[in-house]
């Protein structure tokens, strides 16, 4: 072969997919970071959850993945010299709940009924929850008070709402984004009951609300939320009531006031197909 040939297949091979994405690779973004008092955030890339140190330990909540979980449980040794005695999950999604095997020789899990059924039957690849509950549950530890919630069906029928009462922290994974539009088409939504849920967290006692993607927000977020939702839904029932199609609602719904929300350019139109979708489900025509 000709040295310039040569040189050549081996630049095409250096572009080829396989090699792109290994030099794309990056190591996660992970790190730690102060909410109030005793409570910390834990981020690994776009995913958020948060714990709580105390001296009898930790009450840490989604582990995220296998990987993010070894690197926490490394950290609480290193900085708390605690083991995580409770572990709780926000809801059975794998991309949150996945590595609760890694603190499973000193915590006990716990989970949503809705959400460790969901976990067994889906074969999710983190460990089943010992402990789960219907409606509500607290968790008291060396002084440090967690109550857990469960305000109904929203992004899934089993998500969590965890409030921390002495920091006033509430944190919610999913079904509040802070600023920012719904993800995608809304997969596995329960709209009316989404909109219901959300008032239940209005009528919670905190300040600042821990969503699990995306920046810290207040409880004014959650209501900038629901008022989201609702004028969404009501824009897109009204053109369905006028017999337009999905392609025409998509080109005709606007929501200006939120174009500087986070994710308005890639998923807006996305969110008008989901709520069309869910709309649909519930109404009949003439």
Not at 11 to 33: D, G
Request: with cysteine.
């Amino acid at each position: 072969m000709r040295p310039r040939i040569a040189a050549v297949l081996i630049a095409l091979s250096l572009c080829s997919p396989i090699a792109v994405h290994a030099q794309a690779q990056k190591a996660p973004v992970r790190e730690i970071t102060q909410i109030k008092d005793n409570v910390y955030r834990f981020r690994n890339d776009f995913h958020f959850s948060v714990f709580a140190v105390t001296p009898a330990g930790i009450i840490a909540t989604d582990p995220i993945n296998a990987d993010a979980a070894k690197w926490l449980k490394a950290e609480f040794a290193k900085r708390f010299n605690v083991p995580v005695r409770f572990l709780v999950y926000s809801h059975d999604h794998a991309d949150h709940i996945s590595g609760g095997e890694v603190f499973a020789d000193t915590a006990t899990i716990i989970a949503h009924e809705n959400a460790k059924r969901d976990i067994i039957g889906e074969k999710r690849p983190t460990a089943i929850p010992q402990v789960s509950f219907t409606d509500m549950m607290t968790i008291d530890l060396g002084g440090t008070v967690v109550v857990l919630s469960y305000v109904g069906k929203n992004h899934s029928d089993g998500s969590l709402v965890m409030r921390f009462p002495a920091q006033g922290v509430l944190y919610a994974v999913d079904f509040i984004p802070v600023k920012t539009v719904g993800f995608r088409d809304f997969p596995d939504a329960y709209l009316d009951e989404w909109i219901e849920s959300i008032r239940q967290v209005e009528a919670m006692d905190f300040e600042i609300l821990v969503p699990g993607h995306g920046q810290i927000g207040t409880k004014s977020d959650a209501t900038d939320h629901r008022i989201y939702l609702e004028e969404l839904r009501a824009q897109v029932l009204e053109l369905a009531r006028q017999g337009k199609s999905l392609d025409e609602i998509k080109q005709t719904v606007r929501m200006p006031k939120y174009e500087s929300w986070g994710g308005y350019k890639q998923m807006f139109e996305l969110n008008v197909e989901g709520m069309y979708r869910m709309v649909q489900a519930n109404r009949r025509g003439n």
